[in-house]
């Protein structure tokens, strides 16, 4: 038999609330970076079948990408049921005896963010890699956390750098992020420069948001350990990271942000201290006093 569902808030008071966190906390520009990236998706899927056909309507090999971008509902079904596998079979699961603190973490996070499922979550092993991501498979969704990085919730460490990361990738589930059919929207448009990644940005600054709603000082402890890792964290100045977000500037670092899956680190940390204003997406922060 399988686990029960475990619920982090009463099921009826869920969707309201769920409906008003995403609204408040959804970085203004996402949903329009979402309307072009399935435009793209649309574009390149259309091109994908206009290739098909031709090649089978004069007898030749199709080009193996249009193959590829047609048969991403299968590729993208396989890969997500893969992973959730894989955790299930090597993961430590967290749960109320395996990890209790982290677990209660999950359900305050569920609870605050109006989600009544509390997705699965696990550690994995890192070795060295500072990492947590958030995914779905069918009606599931679960977390998993690189142990490296989950190390800095232990005793006389952070646990509120912790509570900010959990935070932040169940954000990630709160905002949609997770859903096959938004995926497989997306998808084709990955291969877009620039276009993929910069709604993939948006998304991260919506989950920074989920976080900092949960536990707001927690937020600079995991920015500096994103930086400098576990040991070094608490040497990190993050006021002064974040300075640098007006100051570093040139062509090669637009390039380098406009292509990042996530915002560069000193560009998020300017995000997380300044909450006047959504993160930038594309052009760097101007100094304000």
């Not at 009826?12 to 966190?21: N, S």
């Not at 963010?113 to 994995?124: M, Q, R, S, T």
């Not at 993939?200 to 600054?205: A, F, T, V």
């Amino acid at each position: 038999m399988s686990e029960p569902i475990q619920y982090a808030s009463p099921p009826m008071e869920a969707p309201a609330h769920r409906k008003q966190m995403r609204s408040h906390l959804r970085h203004p520009l996402e949903n329009l970076c979402l309307v072009v990236v399935i435009l793209g998706s649309l574009l390149v899927w259309a091109i994908s079948t206009y290739e098909v056909v031709s090649a089978i309507i004069d007898r030749r090999q199709p080009d193996p990408y249009a193959v590829f971008f047609l048969a991403a509902p299968v590729i993208i079904y396989f890969i997500r049921g893969q992973l959730y596998a894989g955790l299930r079979l090597s993961g430590v699961k967290i749960s109320p005896t395996q990890y209790p603190e982290a677990h209660q973490m999950l359900l305050d996070a569920c609870a605050h963010y109006g989600l009544p499922k509390v997705p699965d979550a696990y550690v994995v092993l890192g070795n060295g890699r500072i990492n947590a991501a958030a995914s779905g498979h069918g009606f599931r969704r679960f977390i998993f956390v690189y142990s490296d990085l989950f190390e800095i919730g232990g005793q006389a460490r952070n646990p509120d750098a912790l509570r900010f990361i959990l935070g932040h990738e169940v954000g990630h589930i709160a905002a949609g992020h997770t859903s096959y059919w938004r995926i497989l929207a997306i998808s084709g448009s990955q291969w877009i420069p620039f276009v993929g990644s910069t709604l993939s940005r948006s998304q991260e600054y919506t989950a920074d948001n989920f976080g900092y709603s949960l536990v707001p000082h927690g937020s600079a402890g995991a920015m500096s350990t994103l930086a400098a890792g576990k040991y070094l964290n608490r040497t990190v100045d993050v006021n002064a990271l974040a300075d640098r977000a007006t100051t570093e500037k040139g062509f090669f670092v637009w390039v380098v942000n406009a292509l990042a899956s996530h915002p560069v680190l000193v560009w998020r940390s300017h995000a997380l201290r300044d909450r006047r204003r959504p993160g930038r997406l594309l052009w760097r922060p101007k100094h304000r006093p």
